[in-house]
């Protein structure tokens, strides 16, 4: 896997589609490419929270821990980012994440995350958008469920 | 062995201290010429009676000079009269004449050069005594006293200061007395040829006796001054170094080097005087030595035309005084010199003679002190006072079980630092008396003290050698074995001994075994290696230390054992990864393939280097390196991976602003030297390898050296370049040139790797950058394959060689102590003496070493200045102090109630 064709999974997640392909190529190379195996942990709620991960190849089950034993909330895909809250607001992980299949991600440093924030107001411009959007989405639900 | 078994008995003999000639307590001599006649007059004597020797020799070589012009040549010339019959014979007797004078010139340089080396040896020996005799005396130092002179001015007292000593020593008699005789015997040759000569020449000399040491005197003065000034900057400097921190962290350069400027500026004003004067008086000596010829020729001439003399006398006469005025000159100078070091060793000595300084025949004694410590330790109106005024300790009475364990509590200021110090010996008390083993602590001797007591304080201090040689410091007290001897180095040996002794110094050997196996409870270095090892466990250090042995290497030659070892862990472990199918976490290191966790460099020299000339991130550079590039087809190749590297570096980092941290972390070059490489993408653009400049090529080559294919991702690398690089491989190890065979280890998956660290060796790959926390998988797996093999302790030992830098400080402050608190408990001590100790580690830390070194001294004495009240709770008996004196004493159960010193010292906490 070359820098270039990790630069196309960048361009193909919304929060990065409209960032030049130099800022990408940046990214791309000062991050880090680890593998997981089917059942492995990327990080367990409640540890600190240092990097955040974009799916490059697989899938992992979102998994939270309550009063009947662990639920699966959520299920990510290729080109989902994941544990970028944690690094943005310096709080324990607040769920698990578990690769179901063999998993391919590019891992970024909370620090190297943080520094592109700083350095390319359209990132975060983009994740701000991203955030909106979780929220206006997480706000329906519970317009949704307080209706039912 | 026998020697460390013999030693348990009382008064039984230690070996090693015995040194000819020297008294312990010796007074140093207040006079430098009082310690040269108290230690040297014997050799004095013998410089002066080789002296003596010399002087008809020189008077010879003047004489026959004479004899030739006169009689021998002087014949011939007609003028003079005949002495002599047949032309034949006149020659001959110019012959013998002249080799007569060869003869006596060949003698008289010898007999100089038999002197000169003999007196030069002697002032070596001389400075070797006072040297060694001044550093004896720091020994004995009251520890006080280090609190008022400062390192940087005692060094350079015993090293610089006295350096001219030395050298003036060995010619103390014989200069005055060579020169001196050389003087009189020009000066009777001069007279012998004519007494108004003789007077003409010496005419200036009382006066130059009467005016030199009246302007030698200020010049005194200054040399005394320039040499406190020197002391002074030493101090400066060394407070500078000691102060770093403090310098930077409050803008205070300036101010410091401001402070240095002006000491400069002093000593450099002392210098200039000291010149002014030194010059002064060497112009009038000058002057004067002039001024005497002038006689010569006015007089002389005068006599010669007159023919009261002969010409060949002026001339013999006028030789003589050239070669007066050379003594004459170096008279003076020595009296320059032996003025200027009476004033050093003065200023030295004084420098040396605190009061209070330590019984030394308590250090050098033989006797090994009382069988038996004693059930109890006695103090009655123990006192102390630092400054002979306020008392820190003051009438403290107590008495100490020595099977029991003691807290001493009390605030920074109560005494209880300085009580803690009094029981170990390391200050003597000012009044009162504490009683151990039947005698007074005072009395007792250093070999009691040192090795049946320990003592550990709050900042220890560890010596700049590995772990090991610190923690069985407290066993080095006599040398026990003698070192592996060879014939040569007996001889040696031999020769080492009778010098030490001329000096007084100590016989005894460094290089022999000084460990004293038996106190520790053990038999030999193995065993007391694992007791270390079981120390540092003990004292919360076991993971620190195996950390370290992980990360050391070993020699092989020395531990096949442990080479083996790693071996087997080695495969273990790969077996365990294939089990697991965790395989994937570490790439190993495969002749026949190319490692991608691996940079080019490191996949070229498919090994370790086992020095500095194939230091991995230089490794391009090396000229057979570069060879082997051209001869596996790899060189164009690399210069265009290094162009196309260059341009994605500079198309990823352009935007970034200069000194981006990204730089540094990431970038393959930094940041001031984008606008080199941007400027080299442009210039060698459309360029052939040919058309380069040799530094853009070089350049551009170097690069892909530092290419991680797993960790960079830039896909540069493709098979057909990693094929030729392992190409390159097999090139480099088949044709490297016998002279750098010792440079590099291979990598061999059968073979133990000298120059890797134990954990390289076992890994024998690289950590997978692909794989998820793989180095965090790894380390546990490795450990849960040396604990399965039972090797844990063997790297633990190996970590006893981990050195701990200057002073300790590769150590944290918090390591420090624990080794220290380990190097107390390995002497097995039957009274341990604590004074906090322990206070640099963090809280819970604290606590466990606490109960650990309680456990290991179960049923021995331990009195323990606390820094925490709280831990009272875990021994025996508890005595409180305040302001110098103890307010109340018993079981910790007995003291904590309401309104008593404990309770508030308890609430306070």
Redesign the interface.
Known sequence: ????E?VEILRNIPMFANIES??L??L???S??????EG?Y?FHEGDEGDSAYIIVEGEADVIIETGEGPLTVAHFRKNALIGEIAILTDVPRTATVKATTRLD?M?ISKELFF?LVM?FPQIAVEIMRELAKRLEATNARIRELSAA | MADSAAEGGGASRLPGRETPGYQPNVPLEPSIFRFIMKYSKRQQLVVLALTVVSWPIIYLTLELPKAIIDQAIGAQGGWARDVLGAEMEQITFLMALSFGFLFFVILSGGVKYVLNVYAGRLGEQMLRRLRYMLYSRILRFPLPHFKKVSQGEIIPMITAEVEPVGGYIGTATSTPLYFGGLLLVYLGFIFAQDVFLGLAATALYPLQIYIVPKLQKRVIALGKARVREVRGLADNIGESIAGIAEIHANDASLFERAGIARRLDRIYIIRYEIFRRKFAIKFLNSFMAQLTPFFFYAIGGYLVIAGDMTIGALTAVLAAYKDLSSPWKELLNYYQLQADIKVKYEAVVEQFDPPGLFDESLQLTDEAGPEAMGRTLEAAGLAYSEDGQSKTVDGVTFSIDLDKHTAIVGSGSSGRDELALLLARLVRGTGGRVDLAGRHLDDLPEPFTGRRMSFAGPVPYLFSTDLRANLDYGLRHRPLRPAAETESARSQRNRYVRDAHAAANIDADPEADWVDYAAAGVSDREMLDRTCVNMLRLVDLGDDLYQFGLRGTIDPSERPDLADAMLTARAALRDRLDATQQSALVEPFDRARYNTNATLAENLLFGTPAGAVFDIDRLAEHPFVRQVIHEADLADTLLEVGRQLTETMVEIFADLPPGHAFFDQFSFFGSEEMPEYQQLLARTAGQTAADMRDEDRFRLRSLPFKLIPARHRLGLLDDDIQARALKAREIFAATLPDTLRGEVEFFDPDRYNRAATLQDNILFGKVSYGEANAAGKLSAMIGEVLDSLSLRDAVMVAGLAHSVGVAGARLSAAQRQKVNMARGLIKRPDLFVVNEGISNLDGAAQRRVLDAVLGEMKGRGVIWSLHRPGFARNFDHVIVMKSGRVLEQGSFAELDKEGSALRELLESE
Do not use: D, G, P
């Open positions: 896997m070359s820098l270039n990790e130099s800022k190529k940046l791309a190379f000062t880090e490419r680890h593998a997981y195996k492995e990327l991600a891992v520094r350095e």
